[in-house]
């Protein structure tokens, strides 16, 4: 048994690096694929997100407000 598996080691080595390298290959293929937007596209969409997060902010603080107020009068 124990010479079958050094007999198998050197080849299962190398199908190893040889798998390695096949991945490592289709990673850059896949790599060159890819586009980024461009600048306009990247601004606006920042844009959108800070101010969708600050009205998103803005009325849950302004919901925050109204219920610690209703509290505060049922509490009294």
């Not at 850059?28 to 694929?33: A, D, N, T, Y």
């Amino acid at each position: 048994m124990v010479e079958l598996l050094k007999k198998a080691s050197p080849q299962s080595a190398s199908n190893i690096i040889n798998r390695g390298l096949r991945f490592l290959k289709e990673v850059k293929i896949e790599g060159q694929k890819i586009t980024w937007a461009g600048r306009k596209q990247v601004l606006m969409s920042s844009l959108m997100v800070i101010f969708l997060s600050i009205f998103i902010g803005a009325y849950l603080g302004l919901l925050d407000i109204i219920y610690n107020f209703i509290i505060s009068l049922l509490v009294k």
